[in-house]
């Protein structure tokens, strides 16, 4: 995976719009998030768009290879989730390396993939780096 060549070390907090439906939009924010050592809040709004989605595991898997991803998130807000592939595995990726996560909120957007029952059921599979995370979705505890 590509680097930046400067690291945003006093970045803390970061509100991005973006989408995991294309390669460059993906790398382009695995590269910024692994560029923030000290990030501690990510909050995500996910664009739709007209995009179809591609496999993203290599992303993701190259990603798995650090532990400094997001090592020091404590808050993750994503809006307008569609529980896509990739946005599940980015919230995997997530809880299983963010080791000081307090709080992952998560808002439905208004087209799903799959049923909130079964994505909060594969959720709840999850492992999480941080035994303090807790998930709430549109607002109720999980």
């Known amino acids: ?3 930046l060549p400067c690291t945003f070390n006093n970045l803390k907090s970061l509100i991005l719009w973006t989408h995991f439906c294309e390669r460059p939009a993906i790398l382009s924010t695995f590269c910024l998030l692994m560029n923030a050592p000290n990030l501690e809040e990510l909050e995500i709004t996910i664009d739709r768009g007209d995009s179809d989605e591609i496999e993203a595991n290599a992303v993701y898997q190259d990603t798995q290879l650090t532990d400094a991803f997001c090592a020091n998130l404590q808050v993750v807000k994503i809006d307008d989730i569609g529980w896509l592939p990739n946005e599940m595995c980015f919230i995997e990726l997530v809880l299983s390396k963010a080791k000081v ?3 992952t909120h998560l808002r439905l957007g208004c087209l799903s993939s799959k ?4 994505a909060l059921c594969e959720l ?8 303090h995370a807790q998930v709430f979705f549109n607002g109720e505890i999980e």
């Open 115 to 118: 049923s909130n029952e079964d």
């Open 101 to 103: 996560l307090l709080t």
């Open 124 to 131: 709840m599979t999850y492992r999480r780096a941080s035994p």
């Open 1 to 3: 995976m590509e680097t």
